[in-house]
């Protein structure tokens, strides 16, 4: 098993350029989270997803769109990127709501120049 | 705003020591978990503890939880160079369907 995937590892973008973050996982968990981690920040929920078609926002949206169109995906939009997009982001999933045991993604980075 | 605060943000210990980190919490928690993050990589999960549970050990891991204070502990003992990482506490608040991450502890050992 590959466990949690994302696409891609890095990325630079310019101000106001759009991207899409792909993750994906092969365990067929029903949970799946967008977070970002700044220095000193910890992780910070950005959405997150309770099923195939669902998606709800989470800490920090603003800025940020997803979609859930199959089980195993999650995909991370940035519509119009700004500096402060400039984070390192994580992907993760779950098997269940309690317990929530969550496995993450490597991680992408990106800058947003 | 972060749910979880862990001290210290910073702990540097030889190599055969014990480690403890410590997470403390503003509102009730169903659970609370510790994940160990090395560098540039993502966040690995470690141990959870229930709101009913006070001690849980896992290997060379042994958590405390102390709901009454809202906190709870990470002690790792017999360090080794290959612990060396950041680690955070994540608490599942009562009625929420996230978690919500401290901002981490980082543990050097040294050898």
């Known amino acids: 098993n590959a466990g949690v995937t994302q696409t891609p590892k890095f990325r630079v973008l310019k101000t106001g350029q759009s991207m899409t973050l792909l993750c994906a996982q092969d365990?067929?968990?029903?949970?799946m989270y967008w977070y970002r981690q700044d220095p000193g920040m910890g992780l910070r929920l950005i959405h997150y997803?309770?099923?195939?078609?669902?998606?709800a926002k989470g800490e920090v949206p603003d800025g940020y769109n997803v979609s859930r169109l199959k089980k195993q995906n999650f995909l991370l939009g940035l519509e119009s990127a700004a500096p402060s997009q400039t984070s390192v982001y994580f992907c993760a999933s779950s098997y269940s709501i309690e317990p929530d045991t969550q496995y993450f993604g490597p991680g992408t980075r990106l800058t947003v120049l | 705003s972060q749910q979880g605060e862990e001290d210290p943000q910073a702990l540097s210990i030889q190599e055969g020591e014990n480690a403890t980190m410590n997470c403390s919490y503003k509102t009730s928690i169903n659970n609370l978990q510790w994940y160990r993050q090395n560098s540039g990589r993502g966040l690995v999960h470690l141990i959870l503890i229930r709101s009913n549970e006070r001690e849980k050990h896992s290997g060379r891991l042994r958590v405390t939880l102390d709901t009454s204070k809202k906190s709870s502990s990470l002690l790792i003992t017999a360090s080794r160079a290959a612990d060396t990482a950041s680690y955070f506490c994540?608490?599942?608040?009562?009625?929420?369907?996230?978690?919500?991450f401290g901002q981490g502890t980082r543990l050097t050992i040294n050898p």
């Open positions: 994540a608490g599942r608040i009562q009625g929420a369907q996230k978690l919500v």
């Open positions: 997803s309770v099923g195939e078609g669902t998606t």
């Open positions: 365990m067929n968990h029903e949970y």
